[in-house]
C-alpha cells in the first residue's frame, strides 16, 4: 500500500506552461510528491505514494477554484485518471480490511492477509472488530 508510483506527464510544460510547472513543483514537495523531468525528454512525471498524489491533486484544484484558472486541468484530469489504476494503494488498510470482511464473511485469516498484504494481528483485529458490529 505504501509503494511509491509514478505517473507519466507527457510533454507538460508545453500544455500547462513553464511558470505553472513551477508552481505544481512547489505544491508537489509539500505532499512529498516529485514532479521532474525524465531524464532530459520533454516528458515529466510524478512519483509518490498514492495517498499523497491524492492530497497534491486536492490542493491544485482548490488552488485552481481560488484564482478561477484553467492552467492545471490537463494536469489534474491526467493524474485522477492514472490514479484510478492505483485504487487499492488509495485505501487504508483498516478499511480494506473492513470492506474484505463485511463482503465476503467467510473469508479466512490466511485470504485476508495474502490479499492485503497485512500482519496476523491485524487480520485478527479487524475479524474481531467486525464480529462486534
Request: net charge neutral; charged share 25%.
Amino acid at each position: 500500500m505504501n509503494e511509491a508510483i509514478t505517473i507519466p506527464l507527457p510533454s507538460l510544460i508545453h500544455r500547462i506552461g513553464r511558470e505553472a510547472v513551477k508552481q505544481a513543483q512547489g505544491v508537489a514537495q509539500q505532499y512529498q510528491c516529485e514532479l521532474k523531468r525524465v531524464r532530459r525528454s520533454r516528458n515529466w512525471g510524478i512519483s509518490g505514494d498514492a495517498i499523497n498524489i491524492q492530497s497534491f491533486t486536492g490542493q491544485l484544484k482548490a488552488t485552481q477554484l481560488q484564482r478561477e484558472a484553467v492552467e492545471f486541468r490537463y494536469l489534474i484530469q491526467k493524474i485522477e485518471t492514472a490514479l484510478l489504476e492505483h485504487a487499492d494503494k488509495l485505501e487504508p488498510i483498516e478499511a480494506k480490511l473492513a470492506r474484505l470482511i463485511t463482503d465476503t464473511p467467510n473469508i479466512t485469516l490466511n485470504e485476508l492477509m495474502h490479499i492485503t498484504d497485512c500482519s496476523l494481528a491485524e487480520a485478527r483485529s479487524a475479524r474481531f472488530n467486525a464480529d462486534d458490529w
